[in-house]
């Protein structure tokens, strides 16, 4: 059996009212990126507030910074997705579609371990891919996330 690339990406943004994507990954018709790691956390001084953090499907990137995949393997392979953090127009989030959720106190980091051959998959449609996002009705407090994901 062939193993498939393993990569990661990180992304921070500061919480802004309604939602701001913190990190996205967007496949291709050639791969299904698939996250298999993901956490999130501070990264500013910490406070007694919870985030809501949502991982939902997307089918428009929005505007990011780009992120550089990092490969996690013994190759120097590229990956073939594409990823971006701190977003100053939001990607197109398909309705109804969050994956994930979950209220975290903003004093703590939390992550994600999923079945290794990953638990959030792109389908292989051009601009399909996921995204993470978190909510919280005032504070403008820094967050960042992590995502370890498979092609």
Same mark, same amino acid.
């Given at each position: 059996?062939?193993? %498939?690339?393993?990569?990661? #990406?990180?992304?921070?943004?500061?919480?802004?009212? /309604? @939602? @701001?994507?913190?990190?996205?990954?967007?496949?291709?018709?050639? *791969?299904?990126?698939?996250?298999?790691?993901?956490?999130?956390?501070?990264? @500013?001084? /910490? +406070? @007694?507030?919870? *985030? #809501?953090?949502?991982?939902? =499907? +997307?089918?428009?990137?929005?505007?990011?910074? %780009? #992120?550089?995949?990092?490969?996690?393997? /013994?190759?120097?392979?590229?990956?073939? %997705?594409?990823?971006?953090?701190?977003?100053?127009?939001?990607?197109?989030?398909?309705?109804?579609?969050?994956?994930? =959720?979950?209220?975290?106190?903003? =004093?703590?980091?939390?992550?994600? #371990?999923?079945?290794?051959?990953?638990?959030?998959? *792109?389908?292989?449609?051009?601009?399909?891919?996921?995204?993470?996002? /978190?909510?919280?009705? %005032?504070?403008?407090?820094?967050?960042?996330?992590?995502?370890?994901? =498979?092609?």
């Amino acid at each position: 059996m062939a193993h %498939s690339r393993k990569y990661a #990406v990180t992304g921070g943004q500061n919480i802004a009212s /309604p @939602d @701001d994507t913190v990190l996205g990954i967007t496949g291709s018709t050639a *791969v299904e990126p698939s996250i298999f790691f993901l956490a999130i956390g501070p990264e @500013d001084t /910490p +406070t @007694d507030i919870t *985030v #809501v953090w949502r991982l939902g =499907r +997307t089918t428009a990137a929005g505007t990011a910074t %780009s #992120v550089t995949p990092q490969n996690l393997g /013994p190759g120097t392979t590229a990956a073939t %997705s594409t990823a971006g953090e701190n977003h100053t127009a939001e990607p197109t989030f398909t309705a109804n579609a969050v994956l994930w =959720r979950m209220g975290a106190n903003y =004093r703590a980091s939390h992550a994600l #371990v999923c079945d290794p051959e990953g638990c959030f998959t *792109v389908p292989a449609t051009s601009n399909n891919g996921l995204a993470i996002y /978190p909510s919280h009705a %005032s504070s403008t407090a820094a967050v960042g996330a992590v995502f370890h994901f =498979r092609e």
